[in-house]
Structure formats: C-alpha cells, structure tokens
C-alpha cells in the first residue's frame, strides 16, 4: 500500500542515522557517560530516528554550555534493531563494560520491560522517556513521557460531553502496551459516562485491516480508539478513511503527534483523529516555537519529518538529568536518585516539567488537538500540570521506599 511504502522509506533513512559518541573527546575523567538504547533500524526505525537525534541535539547543546557540572557528556548509542533480545545483550554491556552513570532508551513498552530487570539488578538509573500506558513503581526508573492522564482523560472528557453516554470501540496493538492503554480507556469512558462496546487486540505487523473495520461499521460505535503500534499498523487510517466513516471520531495515543502521520498520509487519512501531547511542532506557545525554529536549525526534515511529542520528552529528559546531577555534586546512582526525587523542574518546549519524587513520573502540561480534513491541527483544550495520581492513589511513595520499592508495573485491572 501506497503509505506503507512511504512509512518502509522513512524508516530506512533513519536507519542511516546511527552514531557512537558526542561531544569533545576528553579524559576519561572529564567525561559523563551515557547510555541510549534506541531502535536505528527495524519495524521501528522511525521513532528510533526520533529518539536518537533529540538525544545526540540535547547532549551537543549541554556540551556546548560547559557540560554537566564542568564534564563533557560521552553518549554511547546501540541500535537495538527493534529486537528486545538486543535490547537486553546491549543493556548488560552499558553496565558492564561501558560502565555509563544512567541508560536512557526503549520504544515499545515491551522493550521496556525486557530491560528494566537488568537496569534494576545493575543498580542503573534508567530513563524512559516514551510515551506510555502507565503505572512503573521502581526505584531506578523514571518514565518522563505521556501517560494516560495526560493523554487519554482530556479527550474523552471533551468528546464525551459532547456525545453523552457515547458508546465506544477500542483496537489496540497486542502486547502490554495496548492491552494495559485499553485499561485505560475502558476506565476513563466509563468514569465519563460511556460505555466499552468491543475491545479487538490486533497482533504487531499486522497492516491488513479490513476484518477490524467490519467489525467496527457492525458494532456501530459513537467514538473508536485505535492505539496503533509500529509502521505496519498505521496503515489502518488510510484503510479506515477509504472505508468513509470520516464522521466517527477517532482517538488515539500514538499518532499523528509522535512522527507527524498528519504530514506524512494524504489528506483526508487521519481526518477526525483527536490526540493529546505536551509538544507538537504546531504548538503555538512562545516556547514550543523557540524550540522547534532551534532544533530545525541544527536538525533537517530528513533525518527528523516532524517534531513530536517524543522530541520534547527525550530533550526534556537529559536536561533533568544534568540538573540532577549537578544538584547531587556526582554522577552517583543514588545520589541522583535523591535529587530528582526532591521535585527537580526544567523548562523546556513543553513548559515547566517537574519530576514527581513520589512516583518517578514527570507533570507537565498537555493540549488535545483534532485533526482537520486538510491535515491542519486545531488545539481544543490545554491541561496545565497534569501527574499521575494512580502510583500515589495505592499508597506507595518511591521516595521513601528507596530499595525497597516494589518495581514492578501496575495496572488498573490488577488494582
């Protein structure tokens, strides 16, 4: 199909992009290491592209301004090759051989989850700066991107008053990520005053979708979510467009704001989709902007299309962790740990981002947007300082449970 081609391109060039260090080289003493586990090629490649450039813009930036606390950062970058069996191989060698102070990295929840036990045995600090479906309690992990709070609530509050009692068709990628997102959505319609018609787990790689469109034009929902994973799986919105049900509100937590799906497809392919970001290249904030006109100067359109919510996390995500460490006086594991559990903020693209020390989570603010027609992006509502409540809501406070915390992922069904 014609946008799988498109996406299959996009994801080769990225593969192109892969580098092992930034920065002055210097004594190994004068230098901070960090680790970035990032998938440069595969069924990933395009987020992978994402991630590794916003990396290597913040670490050049921060070495351009005299570093962390005086030292260069060297970032050592493995291509993980959207094989989580890589992951882990590549996540051992960051601690045992390359002996970094904090691994950043991971796309998929999956990914994840196959390497957090291995950050964790290591004692690593580990940044998870994705977008995700929530609910990590670990001592040594921090999840700075979206969660469902920031993402799901505020549309369906929005489509929900506007169609009370709507009733609502999920299909999620199947693995953790969309079964646990699906939680999320079943939770958050029904505090709304919806309801769950079907949920359909699609397998990733999946991008024939004329069974799950039938199955939704037979439910005859009032709203759908589609929590899309990977290349293959977006071509459902071009398949869905042609089916002509522009007039079902889509939802979604991965497109159109992650790698710019509304920039990439021809209109009217994501017409009707509502998503939710902290930062997208259309945000019209004075800092939004400054930061997309800086990073589109060091950066082209062919290494990075769009500029999306991910961007925003990983930059955000490195400063964090230069503020921590200065703040701690070392680049040691636990030292850093206390100081970012103290409420550590920067202001970055998306605003203020503040680290909750009581679940490891970052509170920033967050705009629903619906996708037009024509592809242009209308803002509809912006949350200021949105957190996560649900980690805090079953009683554990990782600031004070240290090693002790339970590492471990919660999930509204299990809780």
């Not at 937590?253 to 994501?270: D, R, V, W, Y």
Request: aromatic share 10%; proline share 4%.
């Amino acid at each position: 199909m014609k946008i799988f081609r498109k996406l299959a391109v996009i994801a080769a060039c990225a593969a192109l992009f892969a580098f092992t260090g930034c920065g002055e080289k210097k004594a190994a003493s004068d230098e901070v290491k960090l680790g970035l586990l990032c998938d440069i090629t595969g069924d990933l490649a395009i987020n992978g592209a994402i991630t590794s450039n916003a990396m290597k813009f913040a670490v050049e930036e921060i070495n351009a301004n005299g570093g962390i606390d005086g030292k260069q950062i060297k970032l050592i970058v493995y291509d993980t090759q959207s094989d989580n069996t890589v992951y882990q191989d590549m996540a051992r060698k960051l601690c045992l051989e390359d002996k970094v102070s904090a691994v950043f990295g991971g796309i998929t929840s999956a990914s994840r989850e196959a390497i957090r036990p291995i950050l964790e045995e290591y004692e690593m600090p580990y940044f998870y700066a994705q977008q995700y479906e929530g609910g990590v309690a670990s001592h040594y992990t921090f999840c700075t991107g979206c969660i469902p709070e920031m993402q799901i609530d505020p549309i369906v509050e929005y489509l929900l008053n506007e169609k009370p009692g709507a009733r609502c068709y999920i299909w999620a990628a199947d693995y953790n990520f969309g079964q646990i997102t699906s939680e999320w959505i079943v939770k958050s319609v029904k505090d709304h005053g919806g309801s769950i018609i079907n949920i359909e787990f699609v397998p990733l790689g999946v991008s024939q979708f004329s069974s799950t469109i039938a199955n939704i034009n037979a439910a005859k929902p009032d709203v759908v979510f589609s929590i899309a994973a990977g290349a293959a799986q977006m071509s459902f919105y071009e398949q869905w467009s042609n089916a002509k049900f522009a007039d079902i509100p889509l939802v979604t937590t991965t497109s159109g704001l992650m790698c710019g799906e509304h920039k990439i497809f021809e209109a009217p392919a994501l017409a009707n989709l509502h998503v939710a970001s902290p930062y997208f290249e259309e945000l019209n904030t004075p800092e939004a902007q400054a930061f997309t006109k800086k990073f589109r100067e060091k950066v082209s359109a062919s290494e990075v299309p769009y500029l999306g919510m991910d961007i925003e996390t990983v930059y955000d995500t490195v400063y964090l962790y230069k503020k921590a460490v200065e703040k701690a006086g070392s680049t040691d594991a636990e030292a850093v740990i206390a100081a970012l559990e103290t409420g550590i903020s920067v202001d970055g693209p998306a605003g203020t981002v503040t680290i909750n020390g009581k679940d490891h989570h970052a509170i920033k603010n967050s705009t629903a947007v619906r996708i037009e027609k024509d592809h242009s992006v209308t803002q509809i509502v912006t949350m200021p300082n949105v957190k996560s409540n649900f980690i805090e809501s079953l009683g554990i406070d990782l600031s004070k449970s240290g090693k002790d915390s339970p590492n471990v992922q919660y999930t509204p069904s299990g809780n």
